[in-house]
Every structure is written in C-alpha cells, then in structure tokens.
C-alpha cells in the first residue's frame, strides 16, 4: 500500500515499514545537499584496504615516473624517509638501496617498505605479496607508494620533518579528488 507522505492537513502521516508494512510513526527529514564550492576539493572516500591508485598508474604523475625510471634510489629515499617518519633522511635510505641496485636485488630490501606503508595504512597485499609486486614490477611498484603517500597529503619533495611542520603550523595540502565523469 502506497501512502503519501503528507495528509489532508499539510503534516507528515506515518509511513509504512517497507518490509512488515507496520506504521511508522518517525518523520523522514530530508536536507538539502551540502554547499559544496567549486574551488573547495574534495576527498572522494575509497574502500578500506584498498590503494588510492593501481599499480600500473604510473603516469598518473609523469615526473615522478621519469624519476624513478631513471633514478629510483631518489624516489625510494622519498618514501623510505615519510615511512620511517624521520628517523632516517631520504639521503640514507636513497644512497642504501642505490648500492644494492649494484647487486641487482634491491627489491628484496625495498620489499620491506611497501609491508611497512601497507601496515601504517591497512592497505591490501595486492596485487599479490609485496615482494612479488617489488621484484617483477620495482619501478611501478616505487611509483605506486609515492602517490599513495602523495595522495595522503605529504609533499614528497620536502621530507618528514618539513610536512610535520606544516602541519603544526595548520598547512594542509589539500586532498586529491577522484576523478569526475568523463565523456
């Protein structure tokens, strides 16, 4: 049975529970949408566990993946430096996995920070186990961790201490929006 929602008298009538056709005597409110200016961005939730860009997404930020395919040792540092939250500079960690690059193994150690970033932010194992993504794809894989911290709100380019104070000073870099509806 269909009812409507106001009576004779211009006020709200109990509506029916659509599964047991019981009246209930609550009012639906409904609000208008949030203001929302076309200058204000802003963050477009995504499913818990899951990475803010895919792994082969790797022109999604062209300069950094010219940089990581010519140097990955900077791109690692980057992210080795906001991972460990400071307590080693992009220079260390960078100049560590530059020298295993001479092994040829340096996905095992780089391996290590994806489980980390993973752990910090309840992020899947996907696609698969990180030291697969690490050793089959190092470069997408380094390029995938950058915009996902990228995407969290650090300014990559100017290390752990320098996003900690603009942080404390109330800076906030604004959040990525997810892409709209394309024609």
Known sequence: MYSHPHDHHGKYAPEEHPDSGIPNNRTTQHYPPPYISSNIPIQ???AAG???????????DPANCVI??????ITFGQIAEIVNRGSSTCAERGTAYGCLVLTGYPCLYSCFYRSKLRGQYDLDEAPCVDCLVHFCCEP????????????????????????????????????????GMTR
């Open 68 to 73: 990581t395919c010519f140097c990955p040792c």
């Open 140 to 179: 997408c894989a380094l390029c995938q961790e950058y915009r996902e911290l990228k995407n969290r709100g650090f300014d990559m380019g100017i290390g752990w201490q320098a996003n900690l104070d603009r942080k404390s000073r109330g800076v906030t870099v604004a959040p990525i929006v997810g892409g």
């Open 50 to 60: 899951q990475w803010s860009t895919g792994l082969c997404h790797c022109c999604d």
């Open 44 to 46: 477009v939730p995504g």
